[in-house]
């Protein structure tokens, strides 16, 4: 079956050369990921910091030609769509520097020697790579969660190859991307087989279960999300499923900030919350706001509604759905309590931003789904009497990626008390700012505890995404001569050795 | 309904005044763990490490009363009882030294600046704990994996309450082990809501699906593991479940190896397999020797078996399934094939070790589970012809635990392969030495592909483990006064500043 390609600003499909893979093929990719998998453990870092130093160069110099495709299939926008393959470049670049740098291994030597409770025989531990991994691109971010995304990239990082699920959102944006990793892994001497590309809903479920894949790296719905992980979870053996699922994100403004900065707090949260059409997993999908407040904040929110730019949803689906999940949030807030921008006049997928209003115990009390993320650009606003009943409503909310404060410029006790409130449900608690965007950074976390994320032990972004697809393994007593160049006494990278961790300051230049 | 403490030696039951709980005590356990779940998780380092050594030097004030209780119940003999409080106490000591040098939380803090992405904002991460969790003890530690065991340690290390589920193999020592937890809890003036014990299969159920409960360490049976696995991962919120379940712990004998020593490695690989009654989750299971050795081996060996001293299975459930899963060995491999020491004249769960022979084409051939773990000491010793024959079958091995080699004294390629093929499949691999034995180091790895666990990405023995119950939260450009001591910039632990490990050796003394 051949896939489409369709424009969201017009509707118009074009079909495509792509297909749909069968499970045969399916079956072909993992087991050419399997088959090449111990050549690519045994790399250099070296070797696989090079292959994705020239993915990033492969995207970077064909960056007008991807972005165009994909704006044609997204209708994100060109400025976006360039700045999102310069994001994916870098990213494969900080991964190459993970690698480099080498500590992502957590190499520890413990010598042999008396201990309290006897001789201790000698340990050298690494991680090392899971095996064949499965991607699933986000139909979102066609290029930073897609194809060579994140995923990908610390997948490859970890010595791990990859079979990608394209999204069917943007089959062209995936096929031009995956020929451009191509280009790299040829380029670089690897086995083209080390990253595979499949489409269809059929080849996600049957890669899941596949025998040879050893982890999921997922970026999508809660409901196509939890699906999945179910399918992953009860394999005979299962395997880890990383899944970015949906995310309310709380946004707190305070009562101090929201009396000295209200208008500039509407303007910016609104920029956030329309962001990429309000498709960001990060969006601030519940403002919560001082009561005494509403009034005047409901007044410039509206506002910067109206002047907000056209925007569209990704596919028909989406679409659909994101109609009647404002439907479905303007009946349960009633009437006189729905802000929403005149539609725009559109053949496409057009969408219009939304916001309703409620009460803490209205959101409590309601039956209606106003907790669920609704993907696109509509929010809920709650607003709270004071920072008691706030702080017990956030400490009922579900996981979420993100949480931020607009706090005032004295850092109050009711301040305090949100950070800590958040810092409880989230993977990330943003101080003056907006959560959309996610730095890649060591430091970086992005994921959450349910149903943000399946696992919040880890992050899908950032430098310690990578540990997701690596397990440890003790050498005990093994000659030295027999094991990886980062186990030997003179390792060269950082580690820890009897207890005690030597870092690059104390450690010899590569 | 009370609980009965049988002898092993003699199969004589005791009524216990212990009772198994109720759904409602099991309720009342995690809503206890979860009300102190937020004053546990700000305590100090330093308190918590104060908590672990107080409650190490309880274990060891009552060491003799601990074993003795501990020997009636499990037969497992004084000097291993004795010498296991030790290690509990040690493990409980590690722990607290990790608290203290704080690496644990992976504190990463980025500074604001320019990248080639535009401005980063301040980043500061660090590990916070996951909240109540569910420890289930094992019937074959009596100490080291069950109420005060290593899942307890390093849940109360990483700043997790605790729920305990005794074991209902040994009611008595895990209530007595439970009072002296308590005596430190109270020591050091914690809340005693912070650890609970609970009996009971049904227990065990509603305490992993409990809400409150965010994590789970088990040690246990594959199928009992896969169970409550299920029934973690089918939970609405699915949270980890850390199994550490049934290994067969493959063992290599090399040619070289059975030419130089093979009366020696006969003595130490029975000593091994019989160790604790064979009844160790790294007990060496399946021992792969060369053909051509096989007549001189399977003399040595029949000897040694012998002449090992008496033991008993820890309950009478596992003492039924050992003799059922030996006669369904001696018929898998037929006549002629079994050796098995003279059976006991006991009242008891007296058991008699036990190997089954057969070849590499008869393992694989074979439709009854040959590898599959028979918990008590036997074991199958599979015959290879050559290093490519073994090599290939090793590849086709469920993981395990453990993988160890015998090797000769010269280094061969042969060896070197079997080194690769184990590391690929286990979580330690043991150089000319055995399983058995697990020490609490930085560098350990108690934990290996499924079925041996449930999650490879973490270990449950050693300093690692305590990561386990730890979810990363950065905090984006929040004020450092209101984050803690450990995230600002004069943070006292290792660290990582702008990508840069600064590890103990170039760190101001705390």
Redesign the interface.
């Known amino acids: 079956m051949n896939l489409t390609s369709v424009n969201p600003r017009t509707g118009e499909a074009v079909e495509t050369s792509i297909v749909a893979a069968t499970t045969e093929d399916v079956a072909r990719a993992a087991g050419d990921a399997a088959a090449v998998a111990?050549e690519l453990a045994r790399t250099s870092r070296a070797r696989r910091a090079e292959l994705l130093r020239a993915t990033a160069a492969e995207l970077e110099r064909d960056v007008d030609a991807l972005a165009r495709v994909a704006d044609e299939e997204t209708a994100l926008g060109l400025p976006r769509l360039t700045g999102e393959v310069?994001?994916t470049a870098?990213q494969l670049r900080a991964f190459a520097?993970v690698v480099d740098?080498g500590?992502y291994l957590?190499v520890?030597?413990?010598d042999a020697g008396p201990?309290?409770?006897g001789q201790?025989?000698e340990?050298?531990?690494q991680l090392?790579p899971?095996g064949p991994i499965a991607v699933f691109g986000a139909s979102n971010f066609p290029f930073a969660f897609s194809v060579a995304g994140g995923d990908t990239a610390s997948g490859l990082a970890a010595g791990c190859p990859v079979v990608v699920k394209g999204h069917s959102s943007h089959p062209r944006t995936a096929h031009e991307t995956f020929v451009r990793v191509q280009r790299a892994v040829r380029a670089t001497g690897f086995d083209p087989r080390i990253v595979s590309l499949v489409f269809g809903r059929g080849a996600g479920t049957a890669l899941v279960t596949r025998p040879e894949i050893r982890a999921v790296g997922f970026t999508g719905s809660q409901a196509g999300g939890r699906a999945l992980?179910?399918l992953a979870?009860?394999r005979p053996?299962?395997i880890?499923f990383y899944g970015e699922l949906g995310s309310v994100n709380p946004l707190i403004v305070t009562a101090q900030a929201a009396r000295e900065r209200a208008a500039e707090i509407a303007r910016d949260y609104v920029a956030s919350l329309t962001l990429g059409g309000g498709q960001f997993c990060t969006k601030p999908g519940l403002l919560c706001i001082p009561a005494a407040e509403a009034p005047r904040l409901r007044a410039l929110l509206s506002e910067e509604l109206r002047t907000a730019q056209p925007m569209w949803s990704l596919n028909r689906g989406m679409h659909e759905a994101y109609e009647a999940g404002i439907a479905r949030l303007a009946a349960a807030v009633g009437e006189g309590r729905f802000d929403s921008a005149p539609a725009e006049d559109s053949a496409g997928f057009a969408v219009a931003p939304a916001l309703a209003w409620a009460t803490v115990t209205e959101v409590r009390n309601s039956v209606d789904p106003l907790l669920e993320e609704c993907f696109g650009p509509a929010a809920v606003v709650v607003e709270y009497d004071n920072a008691a009943e706030l702080v017990a409503f956030l400490d009922e909310l579900p996981?979420a990626l993100t949480g931020a404060i607009q706090a005032g410029s004295d850092?109050d006790d009711d301040?305090?008390r949100v950070?800590d409130a958040l810092?409880?449900i989230?993977?990330?608690?943003?101080?003056?700012?907006y959560p959309t965007g996610v730095?890649?950074?060591?430091?970086?976390?992005h994921?959450g505890?349910?149903?943000s994320s399946?696992?919040?032990?880890?992050?899908s972004v950032g430098?310690?995404a990578v540990?997701?697809f690596?397990?440890?393994?003790?050498?005990?007593?093994?000659?030295q001569?027999?094991l990886a160049t980062e186990l030997h006494d003179a390792t060269p990278v950082?580690h820890?050795r009897?207890?005690?961790?030597?870092?690059?300051?104390?450690?010899p230049a590569r």
Chains 1, 2 share one sequence.
């Open positions: 111990r310069g994001r870098f520097e740098e500590s957590e520890t030597i413990d201990t309290a409770m201790r025989p340990l050298r531990r090392v899971l992980f179910d979870q009860n053996d299962p880890p996981g850092v301040a305090a950070l810092s409880r989230v993977g990330r608690v943003v101080w003056n700012g730095a890649v950074a060591w430091g970086m976390t994921g505890p349910y149903p399946t696992n919040a032990l880890h992050t430098a310690t540990r997701r690596l397990r440890p393994v003790t050498f005990q007593s093994v000659p001569e027999l950082p820890r009897n207890g005690v961790l030597t870092g690059a300051a104390d450690w």
